[in-house]
């Protein structure tokens, strides 16, 4: 089953608003990633946030964690059309290997 | 994409035969992954391996197999395609230490079973 569930399936929202996808996991973890791919390529890493951690940034991203919650959440500030693309929630499992449980990911949409 | 390349990246085969997908490194990672697409499944691990020779079975492992015989080259082999492994295929590499890291993917092999 899949470890990571997220919310919503599909975001369609107008180019400059902000966009906010939430992940939540079952198990203990390590870390928590995002991903982005866009339409037939694979994915592309975008940023982690580890278990002792509760919010990073990098550039328009935001990422928050709670692991009482067992949640997380991207947001997206200022969106720009190029920004369309599907986000993938994956969790770093304890039981190592460095493995990495994906969820089904967003379909954000951008609209100019 | 930053070393790893996947091949083929599309491939029409007919039930039954046994088909084997490549992946390539560069840059001498220890651990080396194959996870398949679905709609609705998100990414699925089907095996993984963390050196020459060392590999393991992930969520989805039936139907398929691996070998590592070197550091750069992970193959992922369909023993007799069946029209459920009809798929995107890709394969990944970590990079980083410890608890942070973060995969790179391969583009992906687009294989369909008829």
């Known amino acids: 089953s899949q470890q990571g569930e997220e919310d919503p399936q599909a975001l369609s929202i107008q180019e400059g608003e902000n966009a906010t996808m939430n992940c939540s996991y079952k198990t203990s973890i390590n870390n928590l990633q995002w991903y982005r791919q866009n339409s037939g390529r694979g994915l592309v890493h975008l940023i982690l946030i580890r278990s002792n951690e509760r919010e990073k940034h990098s550039g328009r991203l935001r990422v928050t964690l709670d692991t009482s919650k067992k949640s997380s959440s991207l947001l997206i500030t200022a969106s720009r059309a190029a920004d369309t693309a599907s986000y993938f929630c994956?969790?770093?499992?304890?039981?190592?290997?460095?493995?990495?449980?994906f969820g089904q990911g967003t379909r954000l949409t951008i609209n100019p | 994409d930053a070393g790893i390349t996947q091949s083929p990246r599309h491939k029409v085969t007919e039930t039954g035969t046994p088909v084997t997908l490549r992946c390539h490194q560069t840059e001498n990672h220890r651990y080396m992954y194959w996870y398949r697409q679905d709609p609705g499944h998100g990414l699925r691990l089907i095996h993984y391996s963390y050196g020459v020779k060392d590999t393991d079975k992930g969520e989805v492992s039936d139907g398929y197999s691996v070998s590592r015989s070197k550091t750069e080259d992970f193959l992922l082999t369909l023993e007799s395609a069946t029209s459920s492994q009809t798929s995107v295929y890709f394969c990944a590499i970590t990079h980083g230490t410890g608890t942070n890291y973060g995969y790179t993917f391969g583009s992906g092999t687009r294989l369909t079973v008829v």
């Open positions: 994956a969790t770093g499992i304890i039981q190592g290997a460095q493995k990495l449980v």
